[in-house]
């Protein structure tokens, strides 16, 4: 059963960089096929797909993300993680690394087989 747990800083200031780290048990990130996805909901809304990386290391994102986010890996460590760069308090949410072990779109949250418990970031000064 493939765990994930999210870390990382809960408050962080406008203009700034959030940096997000899920780490992975009970899987490797490098299994084929699987794709590794930062999802996030801000206050009131639904759920928003980020971007991914793929078990052999392709990164793909939300067009309306691309120019701010980066997502990375660490095979040694079975980790991979998220930088949002130029934050503002609309990027306030809890952010929630997710598994999909048989990836179709990627961008759909119902098609994640395993979800991290989410932790909640705060935008302010």
């Known amino acids: 059963q493939v765990q994930l747990q999210e870390s990382g800083p809960g408050l962080v200031k406008p203009s700034q960089t959030l940096s997000l780290t899920c780490t992975v048990s009970g899987g490797s990130i490098t299994t084929s096929y699987y794709a590794w996805s930062w999802i996030r909901q801000p206050p009131g809304k639904g759920l928003e797909w980020m971007g991914v990386i793929l078990y052999d290391g392709d990164t793909y994102y939300s067009p309306s993300l691309k120019s701010r986010t980066s997502i990375s890996r660490d095979t040694s460590k079975n980790q991979f993680s998220l930088q949002l760069s130029s934050v503002i308090p609309e990027d306030t949410a809890v952010y929630y690394c997710?598994?999909?072990?048989?990836?179709?779109?990627?961008?759909?949250?119902?098609?994640?087989?395993?979800w991290g418990q989410g932790t909640q970031v705060t935008v302010s000064s």
């Open positions: 997710a598994a999909d072990a048989r990836p179709q779109t990627f961008s759909r949250a119902d098609e994640y087989d395993y």
